[in-house]
């Protein structure tokens, strides 16, 4: 079917042909991209499917709904992908052919300077996906022990001066709460050095945004919700951008929980719901990477439901 192309510069979607190449789309089937966004990856999976095809397309963002594409095959949900099975069943639709993830934060997010996802503007310091719930980054700043600050900032940054960073904005704050960018950025600036600043700083508000999103609880939620909405031979395709998110992924398709235990039956054959489709890992080739820099730590992987 022909789908229109115009859409407004939203995010530029990651490894589009390769990943959705992955899902091996057919005309009739059924399936859904639980990341829809700017809604790249949707308009290239509506473009291969026929009149009784669908596609279920999930963000808990407001903001990506202006990004609806005109199709009678498509349908919106305004929901963390957390809920994939929940608003299946609603929409009769509990068993599909492929699930795609696209797990970055979108350009939009890091672009749009009143969502406090970037260092590279002042605002106020949210990094909130669903801007309608939820803390805000700078509630957390202002109202966590300093020793979970601390876990936060070594488990999801990979900070080694957690602690430190930890101690020094529950000193801060006691004497004025910390609610923007600047002047989040003045305190922990001071504590890294000018030639690493950037990466450290991207850490920082990397470990932030995923505290304040939930992300590695709803992303093991989803998996698993995945797992139980495939039907057998279907497939799960997901690219992601951090050690965190790519080794839980690797994990349940390898053994089928995120944690990496291997599961044994009897006879001592691995028991695991899905099946690695390629041991390789796909990346953004330089062509990709020189036209958006972001892809440059994207990862792909794909699994099959066992039959």
Do not use: C, W
């Amino acid at each position: 079917m022909k789908v229109d192309q115009e859409q407004p510069v939203y995010h530029v979607p990651v490894l589009l042909k390769q990943s959705v190449d992955a899902m091996d789309i057919q005309p009739n089937g059924t399936y859904v991209d639980v990341t829809f966004g700017g809604g790249g990856h949707s308009r290239e999976i509506l473009s291969r499917l026929g009149p009784e095809g669908r596609l279920f397309g999930f963000d808990q963002d407001e903001d990506a709904e202006r990004n609806i594409p005109s199709s009678p095959q498509f349908t919106f949900v305004r929901s963390n992908f957390r809920y994939l099975l929940n608003f299946l069943r609603y929409h009769e639709a509990s068993q599909v052919d492929s699930i795609l993830g696209d797990l970055g934060v979108s350009s939009h997010h890091f672009d749009d300077s009143e969502r406090g996802f970037s260092f590279r503007f002042s605002g106020a310091l949210d990094m909130r996906m669903n801007k309608r719930a939820g803390m805000t980054a700078a509630d957390i700043v202002n109202s966590y022990p300093e020793e979970k600050l601390a876990d936060i900032f070594y488990l999801y940054g990979e900070l080694k001066n957690s602690r430190k960073i930890a101690a020094t904005l529950v000193k801060k704050r006691a004497e004025k709460s910390i609610n923007t960018i600047d002047e989040f950025l003045d305190v922990i600036k001071p504590l890294f050095g000018r030639e690493r600043e950037k990466k450290e700083l991207a850490k920082v508000f990397q470990a932030l945004r995923i505290e304040v999103n939930q992300e590695m609880e709803a992303l093991k939620e989803m998996l698993y919700a995945a797992i139980e909405a495939l039907k057998p031979g279907g497939r799960l395709v997901i690219i992601t951008y951090h050690s965190l998110e790519d080794r839980m992924v690797k994990n349940i398709m390898k053994t089928g929980n995120v944690e990496g235990k291997t599961i044994r039956d009897f006879y001592g054959n691995i028991e695991a719901p899905l099946r690695p489709v390629s041991n390789k890992v796909i990346v953004p080739d330089e062509e990709e990477i020189a036209r958006n820099p972001r892809s440059r730590s994207a990862k792909l992987r794909v699994a099959e439901k066992q039959v």
